[in-house]
């Protein structure tokens, strides 16, 4: 069965469109029968216009299914999932729409575990809503609401994971760029507490993200590169709205997406610790293999979505994640993206190499990607992919957990239908330029005849 409200992260929607008062209330109430109307919940938000009324909304609802309600404030998400597991609570309620624009709201639901509730959790959320099967507390069985502050917790975790004399003995400089977000009230504090001199840029709360946006794209962060350079910091990093990513710039001012930031980490993390798996999706750069097969470690693939990856941590002792949006996923901190976790881990890495950014980026295998799509009807895509596969050869390797990912020798090209949009996306990765676009042009025409074949 399809999923008709939750998304990749979430339940999404433009305010006044999908996101009405009367599907706030009816879609929390959902969660509370899911809960059978007992237990405790956190609740968080960005700092978006809409957040205030839409939380509040979330909250009486709860109130009125018999839940107790902690309130948290404005916080980024992996606060609101470490607070679920730090005080033990059933449910965490993120109110964020994420890096998307002002106009947008949405929730994101947190399971006892501090990760996103899985697909089956989201479908009986999903079914309780379309069946309108709630149920509310007699009068004098509502639940109670107070209000928590637990951001010192949260960054005092993160300091405990990261060596903090080295740190400090680096006397470093950082800009950090949380475009408005909520990531404001967290990552400049964590690293001054880290001895770290901080130049913030859009770091005041606004939830119109008048500075550059919500979404840390590398075009929007020029102002974040300027800083850099002029005050002579030893990198800088980037916040979406709700901070769960982070995006990073080297002491040049050059900013790179997340491929780079993870296949660092990746690389750090595999020379200090035993356990050397690294969980990334599929669209991944092949540069995880290459330093994995250095390290002696070993890469775990999953499909597309920052659910997938955390699953998959922790069904498998796995203590690394990483995607190419810039999400990080540290298990000793807890096995969910966390932008803050990040920031303090790269100035760690800075400090334990003694190396500047943008040596450590030299140091690291280098690849040439190139994305593009292909328009195709919705009804065909199921049947595409499937005519694709079986016009693979056998020597050829293919991972078809995602799409379809085919590896050959000098590169791998995956072929996803877009969940959202008629469209297949293609992305290639090889070691040259040239080889790139072959098996771009190769990997179009075999999307193109399967298409053509069918219609
Ligand atoms: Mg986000």
Redesign the pocket.
Known sequence: MDRKYFGT?GIRGIVGDLITPLFISKMSSAMASMLKNKGTVVIGADPRLSSPSIKNNVISSFLASGLEVIDLGVVP?PLVQFAVKHLHVNMGVVV?A??NTPQFNGLKIIDDDGIEIDIRKQLKVEEIFEKEQFTYVPWNENGSVTSMDLKQEYIDQIIQLVNTDSIQKKKMSVVVDSGNGAGSVITPELLRQLGVRVITVNGNLDGRFPGRGSEPTPDKLSEMSKITLQSNCDFSVAH??????AIFGDEKGTIFFGDKSIVLFEKWFMSNHENKQFVTPVSSSSAVVDIADEMGGKVIWTPVGCIFVSRKMIANNILLGGEENGGLFYGLHQSVRDGAMAAALMANILAETNKTFSDLVLELPKYFQKKNKLPCPNVLKKRVMDQIVTTIPETVELIDMDGVKLIYDEGWILIRPSGTEPIFRIFVEAKTEKKTNEIMTKGMRLVQDAIRKLS
């Open positions: 992260n998400t964020t994420s890096h979406d709205g709700d901070a769960d990513r």
